[in-house]
């Protein structure tokens, strides 16, 4: 009796609360991702040049095995219309070979791995025709005609195989680094939610908006980090990727919704340059475009300061002591801040410690006599917990007013991130002004624009260049 | 049949059946309804479809196959297992309350989940997938009270006083163990899992790393179950338990190693949540009294349904996960002083 009179109560609960309930009825938020088949200015394009009648609107000079992948592009963007292509002196030549060199390199239009188109007049058809290959749209077209893989087979970071469809529209960053490497590949307008490195900071975030628009409705410290990962807001946003860091604790349960999920660990500048590659793979060829430039320009910077400061014998090179968020948390030499002081053409003066920030006491640190020391710039850390207190008195590079802040725009320069080539920048003319010719404002510009697509004021390269 | 403290009284047997039936049902009604809270939102009859479609296959097929997974293999097996760990955790509380014959004693006395916090703070620190923190949790949390229950045979005196005191020695040593790995690991990534993973949290719940919870749990709760008119006897101390026929010394390492099995694998997978063994066991006195023959399944009851509402709370409040201990804490010591200023019943 007793029994029957529990379940007819359960039952009595149940109904009441599944009625009060009912009223919400869940209403998926699905967000339409604008079927943009023809960009807007199309028409207006179409409009002026079409009393023209038969007069080719530009010509293509491609190598044969290009010509099917351009047609397709071409006609998708000028239905009725077929390419003209010509042998030679056409206005856009489409190559596939095609080197990324030189100081500032430009990033190639790439509209296939390995297919590069180079405008050869001015006219506004033919760069209107140039940035719908190299888009999102143009991708595309060319998976959906089997050009262009469905999906893309990438061992990432952690060694996992993963396979991932094409295109990734939908793509959430739980760690700050990775985010940056998305960002540096100019694939940032798929991301819809991310973890951002540097961006707490008032500066930092007001920075942060100006080069994203969208960053505010992005951000999501609070639903996703790397010990952080809400499952139920990660199906809200059904996302087609999940990248994050291969050292995360969640991982087990994201798997369970079925994501595809990427892994990176960049803790060396190797790993940071696979890292800068496995990124522009999963987001296609201009992806890659802009990874391989990148790439470019992180090694000449590196080898420019090697050359310039071989003379310098070992014993003459300055020690450099890197402090982490409180002063007496030193970089080992197992961190990538080693990296950018070896390349900056400095000596790590706490190179032979191993694991990641180590404490040591102001004893170790007098021993280790650096000529310069470092702190970064986040976490609280400042050049005055050392210039002002009492003890740090007793090293030399205190009274000399040796300690600087590394900088950051938004990202700090010290991180494994793609900003960090700046870093090393500004410590070889820190180390040494005489040698090297390279010049952190010139390069900070020449980054910014280039992998941020963010044009950066003089009084912003101010504030960064500097030495304090 | 034992002898039951209230076999005389028929109407007040009625009114405590009833009590105790609820308390039991409670759990279930609050399981169901917790599946349907969350962030992502789908109402409740989507959820009830989503529930049966594995029975009825065409029954759920308009709604995302994200929420399926969602709720199917992250919120099912969440639930079920607060409800597993509060249940297991209300249960070896008054069992080990009742051998102890001490009302501050909760499932840590003899440093098991001290123990399997060093066991996970060591997986996070060198080996990192959740089945190796999984494992190395349990083994620790046995290691932590095979030392306590070895330390305590070194001497011929009380052993229950003894094993107390060693139970509190293993626990500071394996505290010290943790904090000594804390200290080495890497503040910007291994540190904040392992403080993560010591506040508690039932985040990482998967449905691969439910079976041992479900096997030790489930078993631990019905041997617990058959035996708890023996808890009484016990409570009453060695001499009159040996005199009722029931050996002192046996039962309690019998029941010792039914809880340990049971903690361990309550918080290997959950991670160390305090203050329910002890807080449950409590609030189920001032309902049923000390009887163990009802305290038990009230316990039982109590635990599951405080551990689902904490849960609920942790995962719905903020748009991150709060830490389950933090919120056992918050919501627990207030229920416990509460509760001891009015108890006025015995232990």
């Given at each position: 009796m007793k029994i029957?009179?529990?379940?007819?109560?359960?039952?009595?609960?149940?109904?009441?609360?599944?009625?009060?309930?009912?009223?919400?009825?869940?209403?998926?938020?699905?967000?339409?991702?604008?079927?943009?088949?023809?960009?807007?200015?199309?028409?207006?394009?179409?409009?002026?040049?079409?009393?023209?009648?038969?007069?080719?609107?530009?010509?293509?000079?491609?190598?044969?095995?290009?010509?099917?992948?351009?047609?397709?592009?071409?006609?998708?963007?000028?239905?009725d219309e077929t390419p003209v292509f010509v042998e030679q002196g056409g206005d856009i030549i489409a190559t596939s070979e095609l080197e990324i060199a030189g100081e500032h390199p430009d990033v190639p239009a790439a509209?296939?791995?390995?297919?590069?188109?180079?405008?050869?007049?001015d006219s506004g058809a033919m760069f209107d025709f140039i940035s719908f290959a190299v888009s999102e749209e143009g991708e595309k077209v060319l998976i959906d005609k089997g050009i262009l893989p469905a999906s893309v087979t990438l061992t990432d970071q952690a060694g996992k195989t993963v396979e991932i469809n094409q295109p990734i529209e939908r793509v959430i960053s739980t760690y700050g680094p990775s985010t940056s490497f998305i960002y540096s590949v100019n694939a940032q307008n798929r991301l819809v939610a991310a973890s951002y490195l540097g961006a707490r900071d008032p500066f930092g975030a007001a920075m942060m908006e100006k080069i994203d628009p969208r960053f505010k409705d992005l951000i999501g410290d609070e639903y996703f980090s790397q010990e952080l990962f809400s499952v139920e807001q990660s199906a809200t946003l059904e996302p087609d990727l999940i990248i994050t860091s291969a050292r995360t604790s969640w991982l087990e349960t994201a798997t369970e919704l079925g994501f595809p999920i990427v892994l990176y660990e960049a803790e060396t500048p190797e790993r940071l340059e696979e890292a800068m590659r496995i990124t522009g793979q999963l987001f296609g060829p201009r992806a890659i475009a802009y990874a391989d430039t990148w790439i470019t320009y992180y090694n000449h910077i590196i080898e420019t300061i090697s050359k310039q400061t071989a003379s310098i014998p070992e014993e003459d090179r300055p020690q450099v002591l890197f402090t982490g968020t409180e002063p007496l948390k030193v970089a080992s030499g197992e961190m990538y801040q080693t990296s950018i002081i070896e390349f900056a053409g400095g000596i790590s003066a706490s190179s032979q410690m191993g694991g990641y920030w180590q404490e040591v006491n102001l004893e170790q640190i007098a021993l280790w006599d650096p000529d310069?020391?470092?702190?970064?710039?986040?976490?609280?850390?400042s050049v005055e917990a050392i210039t002002e207190s009492a003890e740090w008195q007793i090293l030399d590079a205190v009274?000399?007013?040796?300690?600087?802040?590394?900088?950051?725009?938004?990202?700090?320069w010290d991180t494994p991130a793609p900003d960090s080539v700046l870093g090393i920048v500004w410590l070889a003319q820190l180390l040494n002004p005489e040698t090297i010719s390279l010049n952190c404002a010139d390069e900070a510009e020449y980054f910014y624009n280039t992998f941020y697509n963010y044009e950066i004021t003089e009084e912003e390269i101010a504030t960064i260049c500097k030495y304090e | 049949m034992p002898p039951s403290a209230n076999m005389s009284n028929p109407g007040l047997q009625l009114s405590k059946k009833i009590i105790i039936?609820?308390?039991?049902?409670?759990?279930?009604?609050?399981?169901?309804?917790s599946l349907t809270l969350g962030r992502y939102q789908l109402g409740p009859f989507g959820v009830v479809r989503v529930l049966l479609s594995p029975l009825f296959t065409d029954l759920a097929n308009d709604i995302p196959e994200v929420?399926?997974?969602?709720?199917?293999?992250?919120?099912?097996?969440?639930?079920?297992?607060?409800?597993?760990?509060?249940?297991?955790?209300?249960?070896?509380?008054?069992?080990?309350?009742?051998?102890?014959?001490?009302?501050?004693?909760?499932?840590?006395?003899?440093?098991?989940?001290?123990?399997?916090?060093?066991?996970?703070?060591?997986?996070?620190?060198?080996?990192?997938?959740?089945?190796?923190?999984?494992?190395?949790?349990?083994?620790?949390?046995?290691?932590a009270v095979?030392?306590?229950?070895?330390?305590?045979?070194?001497?011929?005196?009380?052993?229950?006083?003894?094993?107390?005191?060693?139970?509190?020695?293993?626990?500071?040593?394996?505290?010290?163990?943790?904090?000594?790995?804390?200290?080495?690991?890497?503040?910007?990534?291994t540190l904040p899992s392992i403080t993560f993973w010591l506040l508690g949290s039932l985040t990482s719940i998967t449905w691969g790393r439910m079976l041992p919870l479900m096997i030790f749990t489930i078993g631990g709760l019905v041997f617990l179950w058959l035996i708890r008119w023996r808890l009484n006897i016990l409570s009453l101390g060695d001499d009159e338990a040996k005199s009722l026929g029931v050996d002192p010394t046996t039962m309690k390492i019998v029941i010792i190693v039914c809880?340990?099995?049971?903690?361990?694998?309550?918080?290997?997978?959950?991670?160390?949540?305090?203050?329910?063994?002890?807080?449950?066991?409590h609030a189920g006195r001032l309902i049923v009294g000390p009887d163990h023959k009802h305290l038990l399944p009230v316990t039982i009851g109590l635990g599951a349904s405080f551990l689902i509402l904490v849960d609920d709370v942790a995962r719905t409040l903020l748009p991150g996960e709060i830490p389950l201990g933090v919120l056992t804490g918050l919501i627990g010591v207030p229920i416990l002083m509460v509760l001891l200023r009015r108890s006025r019943t015995g232990w």
């Open positions: 029957v009179k529990s379940i007819i109560l359960l039952f009595v609960i149940l109904g009441v609360s599944l009625t009060a309930c009912s009223t919400i009825i869940t209403q998926q938020e699905v967000e339409s991702t604008e079927d943009v088949q023809q960009p807007p200015f199309l028409t207006e394009t179409r409009q002026d040049e079409s009393p023209q009648t038969n007069l080719p609107k530009f010509t293509i000079t491609a190598e044969n095995q290009l010509q099917p992948a351009l047609t397709m592009l071409f006609q998708s963007f000028y239905p509209f296939l791995p390995g297919g590069y188109l180079i405008p050869q007049s310069v020391i470092i702190v970064p710039p986040y976490g609280g850390a009274q000399e007013g040796q300690v600087y802040r590394m900088p950051k725009l938004v990202v700090p | 039936g609820s308390l039991i049902i409670l759990p279930v009604v609050l399981f169901l309804l929420a399926q997974r969602l709720i199917l293999r992250v919120r099912l097996p969440r639930i079920l297992a607060a409800l597993l760990v509060g249940a297991s955790y209300g249960a070896t509380g008054t069992a080990l309350q009742a051998i102890f014959k001490n009302p501050l004693v909760d499932s840590n006395i003899l440093g098991v989940t001290t123990g399997a916090g060093f066991g996970a703070a060591l997986a996070l620190l060198w080996m990192g997938s959740q089945w190796q923190v999984q494992i190395s949790a349990f083994v620790f949390g046995l290691v095979s030392l306590a229950f070895l330390g305590s045979r070194l001497y011929k005196t009380t052993p229950l006083l003894v094993l107390t005191l060693m139970g509190i020695l293993v626990g500071s040593l394996f505290s010290s163990l943790t904090s000594l790995l804390k200290y080495v690991a890497d503040p910007l990534d809880t340990t099995l049971m903690t361990a694998a309550a918080v290997s997978v959950s991670g160390v949540i305090g203050w329910v063994g002890l807080v449950i066991p």
